[in-house]
């Protein structure tokens, strides 16, 4: 097989781990029967910088023609004072309507030797592992009228049938594979929209009679993620209540560091890092390249139905936060801190060596 990918480094970090991100393809593309061509393109700042346009036809033509499209970070102070439409952020906002990538699925999930990193406590964190499914092409993200002027800002947040339906039916469809469980985030007690929401969603639950459905408040939501998030499978949410609450949950599994993200449509998907540009690190060898080695996993899984490979990335992961190798943002006392090329050098070793036990297990069966 071959598959086409466009590569997006974009600002900041995202330059420098997604140069570790290539280097994970080659290795998958070596030890599997599999092939990638490979076209880098700009987005963000960067883009900005060349050709005065964050986000240029060129690119988005690009996105169109590939099976998958990885993504790094987009985003800078250099950045921060442009017009609204010039900012690196519209880019991504714009390549993800373009695409129509509606489902963006961010795991939150503790990597077991990782437990003591995180702001929580062992025992409220220990077998955390739920999704955020968060809309995310519509919502007050995307919602008309906008705008500011001298008097007032607005913005609107509205969503159609058939927008709350089909990502209504994904929550429904990820919970089948999982825990089948589903928790539908909304502000129903306050904003229409989401009563419209809970409603749409109700109906969508009649064609899933084994899923278990519930609703929650999502400022109660923000509590019971830091109180209690076992209880959590897949927790179903619009734009921008998913963009705070994927934060949270971010952060208690230890560091945005290291969480991946797939944004996924009918025809076409990305892959990216939750976490934004860090341009306080950028170019200082410094970032954790683990959320974007793991984005590469989720694409294997999704679009190219190599869960096999995304599973020994995993497997490598977790074997190397074993060995006690940390990046400055997961740094722990009595663990060794390296960098970023560091980190991935190891991830490559262990990927290599799970792979070849593999390989000799299967062997001797
Ligand atoms: C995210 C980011 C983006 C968002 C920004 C960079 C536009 O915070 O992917 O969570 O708000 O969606
Ligand atoms: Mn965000």
Not at 73 to 89: D, F, M, N, T
Request: proline residues 3%.
């Amino acid at each position: 097989m071959s598959y086409k990918i466009t590569v997006l480094p974009g600002d900041g970090i995202g330059q420098e781990i997604m140069v570790q991100a290539l280097r994970f393809l080659k290795v998958v593309a070596e030890k599997f029967d599999v092939s990638f061509q490979l076209e880098e393109k700009q987005i963000g700042g960067t883009s900005y910088d060349l050709f005065g346009n964050p986000l240029t036809e060129d690119t988005l033509e690009s996105c169109y023609a590939s099976d998958a499209v990885l993504l790094g970070a987009v985003g800078g102070y250099k950045w921060e004072s442009l017009e609204h439409h010039l900012k690196p952020e519209a880019a991504l906002l714009k390549l993800r309507k373009s695409l129509d990538l509606y489902a963006n699925i961010r795991p939150a999930r503790v990597y077991k030797s990782f437990l003591e990193a995180s702001s929580l406590k062992n025992e409220i964190l220990d077998g955390t592992d739920f999704v955020v499914l968060r809309e995310l092409t519509g919502g007050i993200y995307f919602g008309q009228p906008r705008g500011y002027d001298k008097n007032e800002g607005y913005n609107t947040m509205r969503y159609s049938r058939p927008e709350v339906e089909r990502i209504a039916r994904q929550a429904f469809e990820i919970a089948k594979t999982r825990g089948k469980r589903v928790t539908s985030v909304d502000k129903a007690n306050v904003l229409e929209v989401s009563q419209f929401w809970r409603e749409v969603g109700k109906e969508v639950h009649k064609d899933y009679p084994e899923i278990e459905l519930n609703h929650m408040y999502v400022d109660n939501t923000a509590m019971q993620i830091v109180r209690n998030p076992r209880q959590f499978d897949v927790m179903l949410t619009s734009n921008l209540f998913g963009d705070i609450l994927s934060d949270i949950a971010g952060m208690i599994t230890g560091s945005l560091g290291m969480l991946p993200s797939a944004s996924i449509g009918e025809k076409y998907a990305l892959y990216e890092p939750v976490h934004g540009s860090a341009p306080d690190i950028a170019g200082q060898n410094k970032a954790n390249p683990i959320a974007m080695i793991a984005s590469v996993a989720m694409m294997f899984e999704y679009s190219f139905q190599m869960s096999h490979a995304a599973k020994l990335i995993d497997e490598a992961i977790e074997r190397t936060l074993k060995k006690g190798l940390r990046t400055v943002d997961i740094q722990q006392q009595g663990m060794k801190l390296v960098s970023t090329v560091e980190m991935t050098d190891a991830i490559i070793n262990q990927f290599e060596e799970v792979a070849n036990e593999q390989a000799v297990g299967m062997f001797l069966l």
